[in-house]
T-cell receptor, first 116, second 112 residues
Framework: EAGVVQSPRYKIIEKKQPVAFWCNPISGHNTLYWYLQNLGQGPELLIRYENEEAVDDSQLPKDRFSAERLKGVDSTLKIQPAELGDSAVYLC??????????????FGEGSRLTVL | GESVGLHLPTLSVQEGDNSIINCAYSNSASDYFIWYKQESGKGPQFIIDIRSNMDKRQGQRVTVLLNKTVKHLSLQIAATQPGDSAVYFCAENIGGYQKVTFGIGTKLQVIP
């Protein structure tokens, strides 16, 4: 079974430039998460989707960050414009949701962003 | 706000010894407590979880203990192996795996 796929794995951009990250969750997983992870810290939730609906985006900086999950499968996270402080790893995770067997989150390998 | 945190940022253990990683939490409303392992350059990987109405759960070489009186969670790894070297995060979930909040993490170093 394929895991959560993220791209790109690495991205280096200059500040004020836009950037986008893509996530393909595990097939059949209704819940999709985007987390931000700074070096040496735990992941912090940015947004959570149930199918195509964003049910928790309270931690998403909406002035510059946006996300979408069209058709309830793949998702894209965008930053425009990027700032120096956005340098971090952006993790995507998926789960079966409340109807799942264990409820564990399955993470992708992450997209490491460096803003210069 | 309420959060999950860890006591020790780094733990070094000899190969073959048992490891104990501790975590303090403050949200009494959490339904589940979860341990994740994160190797360098990879995303976190689920290890084991425990419901709030339990005090102990065992997996393969791992045991999670929950003490709700003092709001303390621990992960015990038996016969620690070099492959166990990673950062371990405790996490809590409210509402049945809907919102998972992570702590800071403990780096486990296994000495051969």
């Amino acid at each position: 079974e394929a895991g959560v796929v993220q791209s790109p794995r690495y991205k280096i951009i200059e500040k004020k430039q836009p950037v986008a990250f893509w996530c393909n969750p595990i097939s059949g997983h209704n819940t999709l998460y985007w987390y931000l992870q700074n070096l040496g810290q735990g992941p912090e939730l940015l947004i959570r989707y149930e199918n195509e609906e964003a049910v928790d985006d309270s931690q998403l900086p909406k002035d510059r960050f946006s996300a979408e999950r069209l058709k309830g499968v793949d998702s894209t996270l965008k930053i425009q414009p990027a700032e120096l402080g956005d340098s971090a790893v952006y993790l995507c995770a998926s789960s079966l949701g409340t109807s799942g067997n264990t409820g564990e989150l399955f993470f992708g390998e992450g997209s490491r962003l460096t803003v210069l | 706000g309420e959060s999950v945190g860890l006591h020790l940022p780094t733990l070094s253990v000899q190969e073959g010894d048992n490891s104990i990683i501790n975590c303090a939490y403050s949200n009494s409303a959490s339904d589940y407590f979860i341990w994740y392992k994160q190797e360098s350059g990879k995303g976190p990987q689920f290890i084991i979880d425990i419901r709030s109405n339990m005090d102990k759960r065992q997996g393969q070489r791992v045991t999670v203990l929950l003490n709700k009186t003092v709001k303390h969670l621990s992960l015990q790894i038996a016969a620690t192996q070099p492959g166990d070297s990673a950062v371990y995060f405790c996490a809590e979930n409210i509402g049945g795996y809907q919102k998972v909040t992570f702590g800071i993490g403990t780096k486990l170093q296994v000495i051969p």
